[in-house]
């Protein structure tokens, strides 16, 4: 694919180049004339801006026209360009045999070679927050040249993305008219760290907690800004649980496509050459277009990062290729805490969804007194990686977008049904044809189960064509390969684990050949030298106890307990109690005399997180003075976590009796929506079997097998005379397969394929047949 050139800012590029750039514009006027045949586009057409985003601009001709030359600048609004601060964000070259930057002008965009084309492409990345409305400007050379405009398709105005208090976030206006399908993959770049935000960072316990979200349609909303935190939401926003979250998520049927899902890391911040940064793939369609997650700050009161309602359509009626986004905390309203460490302290009433700022509260680690923009934490980067079934986009595929599909793409969609539960594909056979002709080769798949018989599952067996073997010269048979995609997260989240990544073949041998080049690469990689070995499981850490000194030089505590102890029996190494320096306000001699403190309370909940707390009495007569020292103490207590129970879906309708008279059954199956965890209830039964009776048998019947076996016989033997007048033969019926189950409710099928078709017929009858039935339905 095309390589992207991220180049140095124009300062570094080159000394005094303003004087050049300013004849340059001033050259090319700017004129207002109408050239509809040549467009400057960013991708997605956004009337604004998000600071520090990174946008595709392409700049094109539409049929028959064309440009051999071009320039492209961005602007500030109401500037001339005759300093280097006129100049709005920075370009980055995709193509360098397309495009450069220009030698004395290095703000400015430019063609590498004068030539026809019709189509170029840059990156844009978005100046930082505070800089005003923008203006992109082109310049086309053809058999003339077409100036600078202030207006109309070579220009393209966007201004900066505002989020207040009160406003909601930005929702998609129209329906998407994408055609087809996306697969995406999501990657969590996490920047929160003591050196980016320094002021009062937790040391020890700093993390993000597990990622949650999903690709979704517009009816349903995960968080925005302006609306309120559900109970999944504030259950990860103050604890970091996901479990009640993905609970509401998959409860939004339809609405929702794809689950999305990452593991949280501890710490929050490593270098990417220790561990990879999260990432997880996930689909859109024309109806579920929308794609929304949240992760937590932690120790936090009630912070999260993340998207909201996120569209990947775009309205060309494609499917956005790039989006990268930085992000800033934001507070779910449900706690009233100012500093990551503070006391539980629930907002009463619950407030809405709102960005933090530098200006919320002096003890904010985000303070700033001057209300400066805050340092996003985190950047997140949603990279399409594969489409499917038929494109509807207006604006025509570039090489990349074709290239990045080939792999994945399938001969027709995947309808699978949701109850018909299948193996893998099995590799592709060798080619039918054995010389230089056209064949087919074939691939199968077993049906496991069929959750549901009213519900008919699709085919078995696929079949594509093929060239036999020697058609083509020795390069017929090498195969191209992509670029290796981005290593995947290593499998432990402590200590060594492996990482994976992955390529595709781009171009099969002609010749029908498998490709042996590896698709596949793996190594080892550590995350957390120091962390807690992976075979010793341990809660995270408690609050740290008040100071043991009520002024002056004291000490302060604070507790985790052991979950799992290694398999071995060995000890666990992990340190459960830490103990550290606190100071309180200078001592002065105050009249208090203080009973030592009680006991810790029980904890206020039998699992999860709760409180406790403790007291102690005032000994000093009143008349001595007041005191105004504490009499209670509260502090966070941690228990193993609540169990969750097994969620089943509601069953399904009993399905037909499988004798036509006498004495049947009928069966009926759910599934498992939740699997239980922590120690919840398992799940109950999911098949279920009750006896029928259709009508009683009369004395033909009595000859049972024999009559219905005739029948069988008569019924195949019409088919047969059917499948030779419409032009082709069929071999009988194979044998029925094993039980996929020995209880509880199985499959079993048994096919009939066409033994030869006359390439005239289009008759059903000439179609493979399959047949299914139950079997071994006795629970287990």
Known sequence: GATVCVCAEPSERAGKSDGYCSRILRAQGTRNEGYNEFRLRVEGDPENYQPGSTYRVTLYASSPAYFRGFTLIALKEGREGDKEEDYAGNFQIIDEEDTQFMINCPSAVTESTPRRRTRIQVFWTAPPSSSGCVTLKASIVQKR???FQDEGSLTKRMCEKESLYGETTEKPLLDCCACGTAKYRVTFYGNWSEKVHPKDYPRRANHWSAIIGASHSKNYVLWEYGGYAS?????????????????????????????????AQWPAWQPLNVRAAPSAEFSVDRTRHL????????????????LSAEDLCTKECGWAQRVVQDMIPWDAGTDNGVTYESPNKPTVPQEKIRPLT??????????????????PVARVVVERIARKGEQCNVVPDNVDDIVADIAQEEKEEDDTPETCIYSNWSPWSACSSATCDKGKRMRQRMLKAQLDLSVPCPHTQDFEPCMG?????EEGSTCTMSEWITWSPCSMSCGMGLRSRERYVKQFPDDGSVCTLPTEENEKCIVNEECTPNSCLVTEWGEWDSCSATCGLGMKRRERMVKMPPPDGSICGAEVLEVEKCMMPECHTIPCMLSPWSDWSDCSV??????????????SPVELGECIEDLE??????????????MVSEWTEWSECNKSCGKGHMIRTRIVKLEPQFGGDSCPETVQRKKCKIRKCNRDDGQGQVNSDEKKRRKEAREKRRSKQGGCKMRPWSSWT???KLCGGGIQERLMTAKKRLKSTQLPSCKDRKEIRACNVYPC
């Not at 999860?608 to 000994?619: D, I, N, P, S, Y």
């Not at 103490?633 to 097994?646: G, S």
Request: aromatic letters at 4%; glycine letters at 10%.
């Open 231 to 263: 109970e999944g939401i504030k259950k990860v926003a103050e604890l970091g649980s996901p479990v009640s979250m993905e609970e509401e998520i998959r409860q939004k049927g339809d609405d929702v496509l794809t689950v999305i899902k990452m593991k």
């Open 358 to 375: 530098s200006l919320d509260h002096p003890q904010s680690p985000f303070y700033d007194p001057e209300g400066g923009a805050i340092t």
């Open 469 to 473: 073997p020697g058609c083509s010269d």
């Open 145 to 147: 040249i077409i100036y």
């Open 606 to 619: 039998t699992c999860g997180k709760g409180m406790r707390t403790r007291q102690r009495v005032l000994k």
């Open 291 to 306: 794609m929304s997650f949240l992760t937590m700050l932690g120790p936090s009161p009630d912070w999260n990062v993340g």
């Open 738 to 740: 094993d039980c996929t």
């Open 633 to 646: 103490q509260v502090e966070k207590c941690m228990l193993p976590e609540c169990p969750t129970d097994c």
